[in-house]
């Protein structure tokens, strides 16, 4: 009896590190796009643009997403959950940075654009887990948790581009997103998905096997 009692707690700590790292990793990575409203005047400025130019940088993003979006789920059930939202974060995490350094236009639309690669890794293939991870008492709970986190990171992110680029530089907002992005990354990397993501995932592709 007290046996299972230690695993039944051990399975409800591994979900809620679960829910709580990828609920903020959806918060960073939602607000990385929405971030740059504030910013297009700064870039326009700092790289000799016009307002109209500097907003591909958020076309280039939304396109890519967009796109990506629709590829990332079968490549999750193809290639396992876990490791498609362990690439996304960490790629999502170095672009975002890397943004922060473009030295010209054509760099910024290439950061950018694989910034919104990685980050299309994300949304879908979070649902996806939270899907298979908890079971159905708790599912839309968990699921209502993370988009709650994403939504809220889309709706702070101006407030937050926009304080970072008055007092410092636009540069400095997307050094932020994506070093906040690869800390949850690291975090994902060590151990979350020697839990429940991880189990679930080569159960499946076992099932699919035979």
């Known amino acids: 009896m007290s046996n299972s009692v230690t ?22 990575a939602n607000g990385d796009n929405y971030a740059a409203a504030p910013l297009l005047v700064s870039i326009a400025y700092d790289l000799n643009l016009g307002i109209s ?29 876990g490791r498609i939202i362990k690439g996304a974060a960490f790629g999502t995490a170095v672009f975002s940075i890397l943004g922060g350094f473009a030295f010209n236009f054509p760099s910024l639309l290439v950061f950018r654009g694989f910034n919104g690669v990685f ?16 079971s159905d008492e708790k599912r839309q709970g968990a699921i209502a948790q993370v988009m ?45 998905w020697r839990g429940i993501g991880c189990r679930k995932s080569r159960h499946s592709r076992s099932s699919n096997a035979s």
């Open 7 to 28: 695993i039944d707690s051990n399975k409800d700590k591994q979900a809620g590190i679960l829910l709580f790292t990828l609920g903020f990793l959806a918060f960073w």
């Open 148 to 192: 709650g986190m994403m939504f809220l990171g889309g709706a702070s992110a101006t407030a937050i581009g926009g304080v970072i680029a008055h007092y410092g530089s636009w540069r400095g907002v997307y050094i932020l997103y994506g070093i906040a992005e690869l800390i949850l990354a690291v975090a994902v990397c060590h151990g979350i």
């Open 53 to 81: 130019r500097a907003a591909l940088s958020v076309t280039s993003y939304m396109m890519t997403f967009g796109v990506f979006t629709l590829l990332f789920g079968p490549l999750g059930d193809r290639f396992g959950r």
């Open 119 to 134: 980050a299309a890794g994300i949304f879908p293939v979070t649902m996806a887990l939270i899907g298979e991870s908890f």
